[in-house]
């Protein structure tokens, strides 16, 4: 069953402390992202990551860290430098950096305690 | 950096009826694609319109594109309650922005049973 797998649904964040959001794809896809989404809002790009070991600053990369030593995983972490966390965090994958097609997973919403 | 614009930002319609969304955007693009989003899930692909094309169809979508007035429309005919959900235009601008999509803010839909 191949896809894009997200987890946790939820996360709790405390102030302070850095939380990581796990993304899996078995789509065999170069091409990872990041997005936030805050309500009634767009996407916004957090980090993309063309190729393994390889990653680049989207828009709104400041408070968060990635990180890509395996084609299948691209996990975020968003520090305690990140000071409004609360959103909604989707992951997506393309075959390629510049194959239009995103693929996204089902999200992570992170709310702050 | 905001590229696409929806309108309007919410519609409700009755079943059967035709929805109609448009998506302004302000610079040249490659391609433009529709996507749709159930409330707390992840964005699924629905279409892509290249911008050397003017319609496509996918089964009960239809998309236009005007690149002289950079703009593109969405059109489901015959609603269902199933189609309620946010969608959103993505735009790709081809040459240096690495295959990045930049999302509007979407169009809410509701369509009543």
Redesign the interface.
Known sequence: DGG?T?SPKYLFRKEGQNVTLSCEQNLNHD?M?W?RQDP??????IY?S?IVNDF?K??IAEGYSVSREKKESFPLTVTSAQKNPTA?Y?C?S?I????????????T?LLVL | SQQGEEDPQALSIQEGENATMNCSYKTSINNLQWYRQNSGRGLVHLILIRSNEREKHSGRLRVTLDTSKKSSSLLITASRAADTASYFCATDLGGGSQGNLIFGKGTKLSVKP
């Open positions: 894009i997200q091409a992202y997005y009634g809002q767009g996407l916004r790009l993309y063309q680049q989207g828009d909604f989707l997506a393309s390629y950096a510049g194959m239009e097609t995103q693929y996204f997973g089902p999200g919403r």
